[in-house]
């Protein structure tokens, strides 16, 4: 019974596909009828396509699947994820799952914060026309041109934390007049705040000796050989930190310190 | 598309029980946690995994008699995907010192530790490289990063209460010990992680955690992790990385010992030779298994592949009995169901509440403990919200958060979730989200040990495909620090390995004529390939007509 109803609120394959209304697209040109609700990624499937490229997470944080349409009697180009785009009649629609992008390689570790490595490394930088076209074509509303306007100023911060939710997807590439690999150029802004930039986590050092010590260690081995009734008690007797408490909270008990 | 009316009006219930829920919370005072005991029973009555008809005995291989989920055993009980005879194995079409078999998180830091120990590394991806769970990853990342009142030791204890005391406590340990280590690497390669102005790291609870340790990155840790390994991976010039080429079987010698594998191009559908002096797996889970018919939050390559690889080499299965289902995947709308919605939100303080707005188990409860009790109250109890496709969830209250921490936090905090939602007119500061379990992670796997080796010389295994780390259960956060730690383990193994022990020999498939065989001697009928490789959604109409289809995972 509970088998049953679990299978009906949970099974994916379940979706009600039949008693949706079907609506035509385009795919490529290529008119198919599919159910209205469907995203592009599950219209697609429902039409017979399995992925091979065009497709990965399913969950709108991979970049694999972005895709252009137009809708008839509107000029606008249209950009989404497949899998987080749901279906309109008509529209008409292409993936783009590669858009070739040149990547400058480097040598992270004698790299500066000096926004002149960026420079040397992606010259193309400058090619920018401010033309915005990269911010529209971006499924994730990064404001890519504002990314790169950072860059050029030199505010390797501002282009990180702008460019943060970005996914590599390429559409913004695909439509740059000056040709700039945006998303490349993006991820070396946000590598150099990270590591050179941001101030960095100096309790890691501690911790790391601490946790390689011969007294964590030691202590470590005592709880792997204690038995599993003595553990359940000790792992009941934990002292929990209250979930609002604030950042300099310490414990009680200092046992396993 | 927003919620529809009848939901709405179910929100009131939410809302009107929301204020005297935040007073409480900020009081500090938490819904009751269970007892283990209580923990136990509810475990037993409404986890799927508990459920016999879900599993049987496995016919064939070297844990023949374990009882497992139909879904994985299918894929053991099933013929190779190419016939052994047909590989002419005296043509070596790619001859490394290190192949690697997947291109997510511990592939990539298994790639990077093994050539910086000086191997030439080959990896092999079945999609593109970092295609793979850890992209998806949300919630962040567990260390023990704060002396004054966290340890390694009270990071162990977390993790083998979480896992039912069934974890191989020298692999729990080597997490907990290398995880300070790892964030220092990530943190040195330029992940962003969230800080507090001094730099000290941002941290919070995770279900199951006694400490704050979650180390987190906004709410896509693992996509940031990811990206930045894959970026560095990029710049390493003794990498070589092959998309979409999955491996669909490992290749011994005739020492037995573990020389590379047969790699399939997806595109051109060659299948090509690779010699390698030592092997390392790094395939992932298993989600698109759909187990007992669940949804999944994994990626579309998630289809358990290195777990058939393995098995039919001679590598034991451990804990492969259990399957993490987390609790909060999204039933609404329908164009998102499945969909991970990361426990960094009741790390943030959302209650769960039932559709008359009550909470019914405290929201930080172990994964698998919160799971059943979400579909204890969605089937036993009859309190589960109904949604427009016939679907049962319960409510997730993000709009406290911006109460308890102040207003925009939601939006600065889940941005990745808050852009979905809004794409669909529901705004997620404002109104709860409808959830439900979805299986989203592999407790067990195959066995190895703390140094990355398996009982098969010359290969090795990190992540996701293996088992016996996180026991019966894996808390949150240990994933991704799983796949740093004993990816780099891994990659630093291999490479030793293929400089000072590794064997060269007569390559053989031998292993898996004899796995063929087997089947066919106990009895098994079939017309069943594995590995999978990719699922297949197609309308089951379409399919019938499909005649000729090039289908890679029939």
């Not at chain 1, 306007?149 to 943060?164: C, D, H, M, P, Y």
């Not at chain 1, 150099?192 to 309790?203: F, L, T, V």
């Not at chain 2, 998630?302 to 609790?327: N, S």
């Not at chain 2, 999978?532 to 959604?537: H, I, Q, W």
Request: hydrophobic residues 35%.
């Amino acid at each position: 019974m509970a088998d049953k109803e679990q299978e009906k609120a949970v099974n994916e394959k379940s979706t009600e596909k039949e008693k949706a209304k079907l609506i035509p697209v385009y795919v490529m040109g290529k008119r198919y009828l599919v159910p209205e609700t469907l995203t592009i990624m599950k219209a697609l499937e429902y039409a017979g396509y399995q992925f091979i490229r065009g497709c990965g997470c399913r969950g709108g944080i991979c970049g694999a699947c972005a895709t252009v349409y137009r809708k008839p009697g509107d000029y606008h180009i249209r950009v989404g994820l497949a899998c987080q785009t749901v279906v309109e009649p008509d529209m008409y629609l292409t993936q783009i799952p590669f858009y070739p992008a040149n990547r400058a390689s480097y040598d992270f570790e004698k790299l500066s914060a000096n926004p002149e490595e960026i420079f040397k490394l992606y010259p193309e930088v400058f090619r920018c026309i401010a033309c915005n076209s990269c911010t529209k074509a971006c499924p994730m509303d990064v404001q890519v041109m504002d990314v790169i306007a950072a860059v050029k100023q030199g505010n390797i911060e501002r282009a990180a934390t702008l460019s943060f939710s970005c996914i590599q997807c390429g559409l913004c590439v695909s439509r740059c007049m000056g040709e700039l690999p945006q998303y490349h150029i993006a991820q070396l802004a946000r590598r150099i705040y990270g590591s050179k930039i941001a101030p960095r986590a100096e309790h890691l050092n501690e911790a790391v000796d601490a946790a390689k010590s011969e007294e964590c260690q030691q202590a470590l081995e005592k709880l792997m050989k204690t038995d599993v009734k003595q553990l359940r008690e000790i792992y009941k007797d934990r002292e929990i930190e209250p979930e609002m408490a604030a950042e300099d909270w310490t414990p009680a008990k200092r046992d396993y310190l | 598309m927003p919620y529809i009316e009848e939901l709405k009006n179910l929100i009131k219930a939410v809302e009107k029980t929301r204020p005297e829920r935040l007073a409480r919370k900020k009081r500090g005072e938490e819904f009751p946690r269970m007892s283990l005991d209580e923990a136990d029973e509810i475990l037993k009555k409404y986890h799927p995994d508990y459920k016999e008809e879900g599993r049987r005995e496995l016919k064939v291989g070297p844990n023949k008699g374990y009882r497992i989920a139909h879904e994985f055993a299918d894929l053991l009980e099933a013929r190779s995907r190419v016939n052994p005879d047909s590989i002419e194995l005296s043509r070596v079409d790619i001859d490394t010192d290190i192949l690697i078999i997947g291109g997510g998180g511990a592939g990539t830091a298994a790639a990077m530790l093994a050539e910086q120990n000086g191997a030439r590394v080959v990896l092999a991806t079945k999609l593109r490289h970092g295609d793979a769970n850890t992209m998806m990853a949300e919630g962040g990342i567990q260390a023990a990063t704060k002396t004054e009142k966290d340890s390694p030791c009270v990071h162990y204890l977390d993790t083998v209460g979480g896992g039912h005391f069934k974890n191989e406590p020298e692999l729990a340990q080597t997490l907990v010990t290398e995880a300070p280590d790892a964030i220092r690497w990530l943190e040195n390669l330029g992940v962003m992680f969230s800080k507090f102005p001094d730099g000290r790291l941002h941290s919070m609870h995770g279900g199951g955690t006694s400490r704050r340790r979650m180390h987190f990155c906004g709410d896509i840790t693992g996509a940031e992790i990811m990206r930045t390994i894959r970026d560095e991976a990029r710049n390493r010039g003794n990498i070589t990385v092959l998309e979409f080429s999955p491996a669909v079987e490992l290749i011994l010698n005739e020492h037995g010992h573990c020389a590379g594998a047969i790699l399939y191009n997806l595109e051109t559908e060659e299948y090509l030779v690779v010699k390698a002096k030592a092997t390392i797996m790094a395939t992932g889970g298993c989600g698109r298994l759909h187990v007992q018919g669940f949804m999944t939050t994994n990626h579309y390559g998630a289809t358990a592949d290195g777990i058939v690889l393995g098995y039919r080499a001679g590598v034991e299965l451990k804990l492969l009995h259990t399957v993490q289902y987390h609790p909060t995947g999204a039933v609404y709308p329908e164009q998102v169901e499945g969909i991970l919605i990361t426990e960094k939100f009741r790390g943030a303080g959302a209650n769960v509440v039932n559709i008359d707005g009550e909470q019914f188990v405290n929201e930080r409860e172990p994964r698998d403990v919160e799971s059943a009790a979400f579909i204890r109250e969605c089937l036993e109890r009859g309190k589960g919200v109904p949604t427009p496709a016939g679907k049962l969830g319960v409510w997730l209250d993000s709009p406290m958060i911006d109460v308890l921490m102040e207003e925009g936090a939601v939006e600065r905090e889940f941005p990745g979730k808050y852009i979905m939602y809004r794409r669909f007119g529901i705004d997620i500061a404002k109104e709860p989200m409808l959830v439900y379990p979805t299986l989203h992670y592999q407790n067990g796997g195959l066995e190895y040990n703390a140094r990355g080796e398996t009982s098969i010389p010359g290969l090795f295994i990190a992540g996701e495909v293996t088992g016996g780390v996180h026991g019966e259960n894996r808390l949150m956060g240990n994933s991704l620090l799983d796949v740093i730690v004993f990816g780099r383990i891994a990659g630093e193994s291999a490479a030793v390995y293929a400089r000072d022990r590794a064997k060269d020999g007569k390559l053989s498939l031998q292993h898996v004529k004899d796995y063929n065989q087997e089947l066919e001697k106990s009895g098994i009928v079939t017309d069943r390939v594995a590995p999978m490789l990719l699922p297949d959604y197609a309308n089951p109409e379409v399919r019938e007509r499909q005649l000729t289809a090039r289908k890679v995972g029939k």
